[in-house]
């Protein structure tokens, strides 16, 4: 299991495949970046990265590389999956060293105290990925690496001191992205592809109760300052960057200055970020001028077309913000993805009322989907005994793991309904203005033809038999 006497280590990152989420691949299928990150921190070391959305072959990269670390991040949806695949690692090889990390480890780490797992990663990898593999290298075992819940000898799961410090994003080497170029043309975000990810904070100041992030960076932030945003940015190859952080625009002044820097040193690129209304609405004439470095593109996450899901998932920002912040976008050329959440206790009006707004607003592309109590979050704790399964793989936000209020058919019905799009009159706009291609559109139409397909959410939906109980008829949402 340990590298004895050994100096170079060979470490293979997985990303697993998440072919749960369906229709939502088409729309954005972003670079692994966190694996990218990791991969930066032990330049020493022989490191490749396995994208399994895109490469399904892990024994072949098994075989081909034989690592003597195999590590592989998680989200809920994609739990078994992970476990998956460290049983195949040590069913190839039992001597490989086998690590899972990422938020769901991090929340639920007895998850994952399994014969096939040698430790769980808890919180920033890159406080805990360098001491781990030094002490790999050195042939000792990780009983003084911090952040980490590693597997003793007699099968006992030993907990090492949990680190209070946080990563210095300014003094992070770049991403390893040369590890992904074999990949790098099947990754985009909405219309641009290829394109690149760039984190500049981590963790959010903010408390909605169905969001992880602020549980997993136990409440704390942390910003990298301009001048190393502005280093990676100008060291992108592709022509597009999306911002991936939780809420890019949170912080004026500094999102100001990398504007100002990304003006006076001459990089053209096309951006896309996700912001929080409230954001936009402070400090419209930020937007203004990230509009004149690049950016085309903003995701609004929206808690459904009314106050009343906004209150119950305790966000702030309430729908006369949001509508402000629709206009400046759009008064400014902006391209708004809107992402709504829907509550399983809706009603047919409910539903309606959405898509009423969704048209009302022209909110040209949507994204949709169902308030998850995702495990580790504060709704998870407060929802718990309502839970109508623990199976992780239902809790992709696509499926009611919550009781509805309609019966489960005619909820999925009404769901995928919201997905129809019938004025197509904005995305000709979007062509003729050179924003999006023929291409994009076709795109944007496959996804949609396949989120607006009620069957397929039923495949999956955690309540026995639902999907061989259609007795309401999808025929009078067929028009609508």
């Known amino acids: 299991m340990f590298c004895s006497g050994g100096v170079l280590v060979r470490i293979l990152l997985v990303q697993p495949d998440l072919a749960a989420g369906f229709g939502f691949l088409l729309a954005a299928s972003p670079e692994p970046l966190h694996l990218e990150m990791l991969a930066a921190t032990v330049p020493e070391h022989d490191v490749r990265i396995l994208d399994m959305r895109i490469d399904r072959d892990l024994e072949a990269a098994l075989e081909s590389f034989g690592p003597d670390l195999v590590a592989v991040t998680t989200l809920t949806p994609e739990v078994y999956t992970a476990q998956s695949i460290l049983r195949r690692v040590k069913s190839f090889a039992p001597e490989i060293f086998t690590l899972v990390g990422g938020h769901h480890a991090t929340l639920l780490p007895q998850d994952f105290f399994l014969p096939q797992v040698d430790a769980v990663a808890v919180g920033e990898g890159e406080i805990m990925f360098p001491d781990l593999v030094r002490a790999l290298a050195q042939g000792r075992r990780p009983a003084g690496v911090p952040n980490l819940v590693w597997q003793d000898r007699d099968g006992t799961f030993l907990r090492n001191r949990r680190c209070e410090s946080r990563v210095n994003l300014g003094d992070l080497p770049l991403p390893r992205r040369d590890l992904t170029d074999a990949y790098r043309s099947e990754y985009f975000f909405l219309f641009d592809q290829p394109g690149t990810s760039v984190a500049t904070s981590r963790g959010c100041p903010f408390r909605c109760n169905f969001c992880s992030v602020h549980e997993f960076y136990r409440g704390a932030t942390n910003q990298m300052p301009p001048q190393r945003v502005v280093a990676e940015v100008a060291a992108v190859a592709t022509d597009h960057i999306t911002f991936v952080d939780d809420n890019f625009l949170v912080n004026h002044g500094r999102e100001n200055v990398i504007a100002d820097r990304i003006k006076a040193e001459g990089i053209r690129k096309r951006f896309s970020m996700e912001c929080r209304t409230d954001s936009i609405v402070r400090h419209p004439e930020l937007v203004e001028e990230w509009v004149q470095v690049g950016l085309y593109a903003v995701l609004l996450g929206r808690e459904g077309g009314t106050d009343t899901i906004r209150q119950g998932v305790k966000k702030s920002c309430k729908i006369a913000t949001n509508n402000q912040a629709i206009r400046i976008l759009q008064d400014n050329g902006v391209i708004i993805w809107g992402a709504f959440i829907v509550d399983p206790d809706w009603t047919e009006d409910d539903f309606r009322q959405l898509r009423d707004y969704v048209s009302e607003k ?119």
């Open 362 to 480: 022209q909110i040209t592309h949507t994204q949709f989907t169902v308030l998850t109590p995702l495990p580790g979050t504060r709704l998870y704790r407060d929802r718990y005994e309502e839970l109508l399964t623990h199976d992780y793989s239902c809790f992709d936000t696509l499926h009611a793991v919550l009781p509805t209020r309609l019966p489960r058919e005619e909820f999925y019905q009404n769901f995928a309904a919201l997905y129809r799009q019938t004025d197509i009159r904005p995305y000709y706009d979007l062509v003729q203005s050179g924003k999006m291609t023929i291409q994009d559109c076709k795109r944007g139409k496959t996804m949609l033809d396949a989120m607006a397909d009620w069957e397929q959410y039923l495949d999956k939906d955690p309540v026995p038999g639902a999907g061989q109980r259609a007795t309401v008829s999808a025929r009078h949402l067929e028009d609508r």
